[in-house]
């Protein structure tokens, strides 16, 4: 098996224990978060690979999965994905102008992440907190925040303590 | 509602811990279940009980359970916690702040059913869910609740979460099982259904969790008392997640045939700055428009009577729109919403969503013509009846009762 399973063999058998040996090819999601926290947060051609050789399938299986969920991500972003809903029920509460707000504030457009890498700014479709919008989620590689509730100056906030913690430990990064 | 039956956390604010769910009674309809009774009598009581699946389809529970394959063995259950329907955010509230009725609930399943393992599917954005989730199951299996020959009896159990990753079409039970698998979630041909070959090609019972949240209930009350709550036809007691154009949006847990105004005014305090309703969507963003007429207030929001005012009830998931709303804006935003999440497998659904996505972006931005409106009412059309899960459907709902029942807001914006 290859080094990356080496190294991360404690938290790789104990996703593999949730599925029968025989069908180990069920772990292939939650492998797929822990090569994509592993990697800073996107999955690239070495990570599939990885992946590949623990549950015996392709590559290019792995591909396929990992280009069909919006989690995954096959190239980097920023340390922080602001995924903003502007589905139909938060639309109706303001989370168009939210995030056009958001855009100006942060000099981004959604698609883009800032030049110092710290944030990517993205529109999602509906993630289940439709009663308290505007709302985002914030991807990291170890996983998912939930922002309720929100407007631009909460936003901004939370954007300058992720700069404040970026700035104390330059060398904390890895 | 004088008790919350679901929300219980509402009355009992501490109930996420398992001294506090177990000293109101918590796991004592497993424990009753596993010792006292026949596996296919806690499925007649289900049965009996009348409940119907709380994910949108309203499929008789024990009836679904009844059909397992017994010739077929091992049998999984597997939770729907996939929660991802424009507009409904009822499933999140339930785990989060009643966990363990919920597992309680997918346990005495799994016993109904013979399996000795079930899965939680939840969204990957669920992700603080799913480890909250984790850390419950394991107290569970601390207190003797999970694990090998639970009560003393040859009955083992063992429960876990797995988490999808972004994608609206693992909702459908089959493309569910398909991500559970570790592939992309693209719907099956059925039949064969779950119950026949789900998970690993195995009988599997795939179920909501709003729907599993209620069957400690009628295990531990008994099914004629459950038959009290609801409607004859609709027992029992439904959370509807309210959303849009509404003073207080939010989840309310009340009996089945409450009627739309109650929900709407009552409940949700009536529209933003008590302008006039329009229309409602009573099952996210998959649902016709009902003009917001008197008679269609005053309808029951069971499974039956909603679609004698052109609607139907799905999640209960009740979007309200007001007159500020222009329907040709709304649909554009329905559309794309579908256009992102069709898992393109079927060829009707995967272009048909892409042509009314153009379409539709082109009539919100003031550049269709009159044939356009034509065109797009002739894709939807396309679509229906052609595709293997419910999507395609899905995407057509609003875009075909817009253009017949808003046609105004359409030629507004067309030259």
């Known amino acids: 098996m290859n080094a990356f399973y080496e190294q991360h063999r404690d938290e790789i058998e104990a996703i593999l224990a949730k599925y029968p040996p025989e069908h180990k090819r069920s772990a292939m999601l939650p492998l797929l978060y822990l090569v994509q926290r592993e990697f800073g947060g996107h999955i690239p051609p070495e990570g599939m690979r990885i ?55 942060l000099g981004i457009k959604a698609g883009e992440t800032t030049p110092d890498g710290l944030i990517s700014l993205e529109e999602v479709m509906c993630i289940a907190a439709c009663d308290k919008a505007p709302v985002f989620q914030v991807q990291t590689p170890e996983g998912l925040t939930y922002h309720e509730n929100m407007d631009l100056e909460k936003a901004l906030a939370l954007v300058e303590s992720w700069r404040q913690a970026q700035a104390s430990t330059p060398a904390a990064e890895e | 509602m004088a008790e919350h039956l679901l929300l219980r956390h509402r009355d009992i604010p501490d109930i996420h811990r398992l001294e506090v769910y177990r000293a109101h009674g918590g796991f004592e309809a497993f424990r009753q279940a596993v010792t006292g009774m026949d596996p296919d009598q806690v499925t007649a009581e289900v049965k009996k009980s009348g409940l119907r699946g709380r994910g949108g389809a309203g499929f008789p529970t024990g009836l679904k359970w009844s059909f397992m394959d017994k010739r077929n063995w091992p049998h999984y259950v597997v939770a729907n916690a996939d929660e991802s329907e424009p507009g ?176 709407i005014y009552e409940h949700g305090g009536g529209i933003i700055d008590d302008r006039p309703i329009k229309a409602i969507m009573a099952a996210g963003a998959s649902s016709s428009l ?95 009846g052609k595709t293997l899960c419910a999507l395609g459907e899905f995407s057509t709902m609003a875009v075909v009762t817009g253009i017949e029942r808003f046609r105004d807001d359409f030629d507004a914006m067309v030259q």
Not at chain 2, 165 to 171: E, P, S, T, V
Not at chain 2, 201 to 208: D, F, I, M, R, S
Not at chain 2, 334 to 342: A, D, G, Q
Not at chain 2, 351 to 365: C, F, H, P, S, V
């Open chain 2, 290 to 384: 009902m003009v917001a007429t008197d008679e269609a207030l005053d309808t029951p929001m069971d499974y039956e009577n909603p679609q004698k005012v052109g609607g139907l009830l799905g999640s209960a998931s009740v979007i309200v729109l007001d007159d500020t709303v222009n329907i040709a804006w709304l649909v554009k935003k329905t559309v794309h919403f579908f256009k992102h999440e069709s898992c393109g497998k079927c060829t009707p659904c995967r272009e048909g969503t892409y042509w009314m996505d153009k379409l539709t972006q082109r009539i919100a931005a003031g550049q269709a013509t009159r044939a356009d409106v034509e065109t797009l009412y002739s894709v939807a059309q396309q679509i229906r």
């Open chain 2, 88 to 263: 409904t955010f009822k499933d999140r509230e339930i785990m989060e702040r009643n966990p363990f009725q919920f597992l309680e609930g997918v346990a005495i399943a799994a016993y109904a059913v013979g399996a000795e393992r079930a899965y939680i599917y939840l969204r990957g954005e669920f992700w603080p869910v799913a480890r909250w989730l984790d850390e419950k199951i394991a107290e569970m299996e601390a207190a003797g609740l999970l694990g090998d020959r639970l009560f003393g009896t040859d009955y083992s159990l063992r429960i876990y979460t797995h988490l999808g990753a972004g994608a609206y079409i693992c909702g459908e039970e089959t493309a569910l099982l398909e991500s559970l698998e570790g592939k992309r979630g693209q719907p099956r041909v059925r039949p064969p259904f779950p119950p026949q070959q789900g998970l690993w090609g195995k009988p599997t019972v795939v179920n909501n969790v709003e729907t599993l949240t209620n069957v400690p209930l009628i295990i531990q009350r008994g099914a004629d008392w459950y038959r009290t709550i609801g409607t004859e036809q609709s027992p029992g007691p439904k959370v509807f997640s309210l959303s849009g154009r509404v003073k207080r949006p939010g989840n309310y847990e009340l009996p089945l045939g409450t009627t739309f105004r109650e929900l």
């Open chain 1, 51 to 105: 992946v590949a050789e623990i549950l015996d399938v392709s590559v290019t299986e792995v591909d396929g999965v990992v280009g069909f969920y919006t989690l995954f991500h096959d190239r980097p972003g920023g340390r922080y994905r602001i995924q903003v809903c502007t589905d139909l029920p938060c639309a109706l509460r303001g989370a168009e102008k939210f995030l056009h707000d958001l855009e100006d504030a």
